[in-house]
């Protein structure tokens, strides 16, 4: 059974950093492509970053670009999300979704259940 | 402002038949293919439709894609109290290089 569970939210301030992360398990890991995919409280679904099976093609939404760093290790089954000068827009649920293959633009198959990143002071 | 257009709400009664459509432009459903999500309240959203017109392991044949230009359309049939939720559409954008959602629709089983 595919699981994503992530990790690593909270409540932070304005111009801080924080580091989600996304434990995977159920699948052969290292074969596809993740993303990071949030939802601001009320709101619809936006994609924030992507990164293919082997770390070589790596995408983000233009209101992440420069501030967030997304990586993974296939050793360990897991994906990151590094955020830096966050913002109050910045707010929203965070989800882990597994790409259907290994490229970027496959459909997201699997999505954890989130991880509530909080920007307020 | 979502870079694929989607109807705020839709609804039906139990049995009938609801379709929800989904505007995009030549860079994303236009020459890409489209994938639809199912967000039931409270949960993470789920992958409802792929390829524009496939349904995943599990998803009912009640549920169906189509595609046109750079419009899409999910079809529901035989509408049921369950089915009600937010639906997304999903696409490639090669301007943008990475995919994007419309913003919802907010189905409700009257």
């Known amino acids: 059974e595919v699981q994503l569970v992530e990790s690593g939210g909270g409540l932070v301030q304005p111009g801080r950093s924080l580091r989600l992360s996304c434990a995977a398990s159920g699948f052969t890991f290292d074969d596809y492509a993740m993303h990071w995919v949030r939802q601001a409280p009320g709101k619809g679904l936006e994609w924030v970053s992507g990164?293919?099976?082997?770390?070589?093609?790596?995408g983000y939404a233009d209101s992440v670009k420069g501030r967030f760093t997304v990586s993974r290790d296939n050793a360990e089954n897991s994906l990151y999300l590094q955020m830096n000068s966050l913002r109050a827009e910045d707010t929203a649920l965070y989800y882990c979704a597994k790409g259907r293959l290994g490229e970027l633009s496959r459909p997201l198959d699997y999505w954890g259940q989130g991880t509530l990143v909080t920007v307020s002071s | 402002q979502s870079v694929l257009t989607q109807p705020p709400s839709a609804s039906g009664t139990p049995g009938q038949r609801v379709t929800i459509s989904c505007s995009g432009s030549s860079s994303n459903i236009g020459s890409k293919t489209v994938n639809w999500y199912q967000q039931l309240p409270g949960t993470a959203p789920k992958l409802l439709i792929y390829s524009n017109n496939q349904r995943p392991s599990g998803v009912p044949d009640r549920f169906s894609g189509s595609k046109s230009g750079t419009s899409a359309f999910l079809a529901i049939s035989g509408l049921r109290s369950e089915d009600e939720a937010d639906y997304y559409c999903?696409?490639?954008?090669?301007?943008?290089?990475?995919?994007?959602f419309g913003g919802g629709t907010k189905l409700t089983v009257l």
């Open positions: 990164i293919s099976w082997n770390s070589g093609s790596i």
């Open positions: 999903a696409a490639w954008d090669d301007s943008l290089s990475g995919p994007v």
